[in-house]
């Protein structure tokens, strides 16, 4: 593997794991208004956090979607 496919995936990553830190703040500040948590987590709560982290990962696969087509005409544009 050459060294720009691992800084790639290092990149992937990294911004994997930024998604994962923002939804998690997200959802569990939506979710668990004023942050209390149950020691427990309902039905009601774990449908709020799946409904939240879907939302989410939808929302960032359709800004990188748009990003990626940007990117393209951008370079299109270049040659």
């Not at 208004?33 to 939302?55: E, F, Q, T, V, W």
């Amino acid at each position: 593997m050459g060294d720009v496919e691992q800084m790639q995936q290092q990149l992937n990553a990294v911004v994997m794991q930024l998604l994962q830190n923002q939804i998690r703040k997200t959802c569990f500040t939506k979710c668990f208004p004023g942050s209390s948590y149950p020691d427990r987590m309902g039905k009601n709560d774990h449908i709020c956090l799946a409904k939240c982290m879907d939302r989410m990962y939808e929302a960032h696969t359709i800004v990188v979607k748009a990003s990626v087509e940007m990117a393209q005409n951008l370079a299109a544009q270049q040659d």
